[in-house]
């Protein structure tokens, strides 16, 4: 409930007293030339950056004492008793995370002196409806004011010349980006922000009206969660001109039925399709080298997908919870399938993983419960942990003479698994009576 601070304490880190969430009070041995409290709050000595704010303390609303120029990283992070917080003019900097998850926060001005807004500074502040970004702020930090679930529109103003990526993402109730006169770094058309240039789509509003948007021509980037769970959306149509799709661009786009890649893109990033539960068939350029992480997790109703011969990589999760998944063809580039890649495609029968993967990863085919037939070709190395676990309708499986390493439960809970056979010239492996040994033959797998 309470922490002291002794005198010798010269420096504490960020989110130093982060989780302690009994934490009421924090006191200062008065000798400390570092740091000082003032009602149970930590303060740098001077009193100009305020610490910590602890997570416990008592009381729904806090005015923050004049001469402070700096909140510090994660100094308010989790208050959730807190509804209203007042910051003098003489704050001119707010730091990483330094409100993020103040779920209860409704009411707080951003004083006329900041100049930043960091990192995730006010992301997840479920409560606050309203916020006035003053004209002086230059740089708002990624996911800055991200999962603000009441918001309803943002200005930008004039003085800002940096934006980080994703700093109005999933903002469900979003419905319009303003970008104030005179600025000479950012645009908005149609609520839709952008770089002056417009080269670059930074966020589609999750709540604009219409079913079908048209992304300008000239736009050559699609940044970090643009269209993030955008729910009206069905339709996005991409100019040939893109050649970058961010993380999580189109994340959580439940309804999302219809959109082409763009020929020049030449990456999946993570996440970038993520949970869209409404794509059926998606065609991947034939310039992809690489599928990101949980590129396409969660697709539940993802029938077919051809991967282009350039990939080299397919990411952990990528294809995870693909339910009606049918068929895949992993082409002969492809050197390392990923943790968990397509676990949970319960409709996968039948999948043929080619020589030139060194390394399936753990989990990589977990719970693809009506696979039956597996094709292992010589070059594969290594097969993860719980890699072909919980295939109820796997009957046999070949290890080829080039795996060295099998993990565990790799081969785990498949109901109807009859036989394994081991290639002859296997030096790590061998498959008496269709049962899995070390070669030694003194442990069994």
Not at 10 to 34: C, M, P, Q, Y
Not at 245 to 255: K, R, T
Not at 362 to 387: Q, T
């Amino acid at each position: 409930t309470n922490v002291t601070i002794p005198s010798g304490v010269t420096s504490i880190g960020e989110d130093a007293f982060g989780g302690l969430w009994a934490l009421r009070e924090i006191i200062v041995a008065e000798e400390n030339a570092s740091y000082a409290a003032e009602g149970g709050v930590l303060f740098t000595k001077d009193m100009k950056t305020l610490v910590c704010y602890p997570r416990g303390k008592e009381g729904s609303a806090y005015d923050i004492l004049g001469g402070v120029t700096t909140i510090g990283s994660a100094a308010f992070e989790d208050c959730d008793n807190l509804s209203n917080i007042t910051m003098p003019d003489s704050v001119t900097s707010i730091g990483n995370g330094a409100f993020r998850s103040c779920s209860g926060l409704a009411d707080i001005t951003i004083p006329s002196n900041v100049i930043s807004i960091g990192t995730a500074a006010f992301s997840n502040c479920d409560a606050l409806t309203d916020i006035a970004i003053p004209n002086g702020v230059t740089d708002i930090g990624e996911r800055a004011f991200a999962y603000c679930g009441q918001l309803t529109d943002i200005t930008i103003p004039a003085s800002v010349t940096s934006i980080g990526a994703g700093a109005f993402s999933n903002d469900a109730l979003l419905r319009e980006i303003t970008v104030a006169a005179g600025s000479d770094g950012y645009a908005a058309e149609g609520g839709v922000l952008f770089t002056k240039d417009l080269k670059t789509l930074l966020c589609y509003p999750p709540a604009g009206e219409g079913s079908a948007y048209d992304v300008p021509a000239g736009v050559t980037s699609v940044e970090e969660s643009a269209f993030a769970v955008c729910h009206n959306l069905v339709n996005i149509a991409m100019p040939e001109g893109v050649t970058r799709i961010g993380d999580g661009a189109f994340a959580g786009c439940e309804n999302l039925a219809g959109l082409a890649i763009p020929a020049d893109v030449t990456s999946i990033e993570s996440r970038t399709f993520e949970n869209c539960k409404n794509i059926t068939d998606i065609a991947v350029p034939d310039g992809v080298t690489s599928i990101g992480y949980r590129a396409f997790n969660g697709c539940a109703n993802l029938t077919g997908i051809v991967i282009p011969a350039g990939v080299t990589r397919i990411g952990d999760s990528a294809f995870s919870g693909c339910d009606n998944l049918t068929g895949v063809d992993i082409p002969s580039g492809v050197t390392s399938i990923g943790s968990g890649a397509f676990s949970g495609c319960g409709s996968l029968v039948n999948i043929d993983i080619p020589g030139t993967v060194s390394e399936i990863g753990n989990s990589a085919f977990f719970n693809c419960g009506n696979l039956e037939n597996v094709a292992m070709r010589d070059g594969v190395a290594i097969v993860g942990n719980w890699a072909f676990a919980f295939c109820g309708r796997l009957t046999n499986v070949a290890v080829p003479a080039t795996v060295t390493s099998i993990g565990d439960n790799a081969f785990s809970y498949g109901e109807s698994l009859r036989e394994i056979a081991v290639a002859e010239g296997n030096l790590s492996y061998a498959a008496p009576d269709g049962i899995l040994f070390a070669e030694d033959m003194k442990t069994l797998i």
